[in-house]
């Protein structure tokens, strides 16, 4: 897929990941749809990629919720007649909860809400594509909020595996390919391991576009 010429979608574009990334695609000439639902963070995303190329449309989100996600995708419809042909399905991973811990009675609902976020997204945006006959990439983006706490348990990258090799399998007859991209964490973090790492999750989001053969898998950013 060439960059330059592609619309892409990229939610909670607001935070650290999301802003980075909007910016280095939109340094690449591509087309942006940045979405969240912080306006000022919003905001300052779609300011700062407009330095970069003025095509760069923002959308508030309510919320998170799927009646928000729908109400996107249908103002999405109304404006562009071409359609989206990437999502970057931009989220911040969680700590899987050890069953050990009394205290951390709101993981599993912290997990039920970023499964169905992940999969509203993608399943808006996989009809999307079909509808509007397009040769799409869809990626989950994992990005970390780094803290000793964060270091010490699981992450969600198997939620993330299951769901990419799942939909590539169900999306591969309409041309649709769907990667993911996580960071790999260890318990040596420092601040630059932290951005070697950043640097890599937009490296190899920008591989998994490139490369029309990549589907179905995942890769994990290293230091």
Known sequence: ???????????????FMGRAIACHFSSLGASLIIADSDHYQLHETHRLCDQLNPNVISYELKDQSTQSIHDLFHSIDETF??????LINNYTDIALPSLFSHQQHD???????LTES????????????????KE???????????????????????????????????????????GGVT??????????????????????TEYILENDYFNGRIIEATA
């Open 1 to 15: 897929m060439q960059i330059e010429h592609s619309t892409i979608l990229i939610t909670s574009a607001g935070n």
């Open 81 to 86: 007649t071409n359609g989206i042909d990437v």
């Open 107 to 113: 993981a599993p609902s912290q997990l039920i809400e």
């Open 118 to 133: 992940l999969f509203s997204y993608g399943q808006y945006a996989a009809n999307h594509m079909r509808d509007h006959n």
């Open 136 to 178: 799409g990439v869809i990626i989950n983006l994992g990005y970390q909020k780094f803290s000793p706490q964060v270091q010490q348990l699981g992450h969600s990258a198997s939620l993330l595996a299951g769901l990419t090799k799942s939909w590539a399998k169900e999306l591969n007859p309409f041309n649709i390919r769907v």
């Open 183 to 204: 960071p790999c964490l260890s318990s040596l973090l420092s601040d630059s391991n932290v951005n070697l790492i950043n640097q890599e999750l937009i490296k190899n």
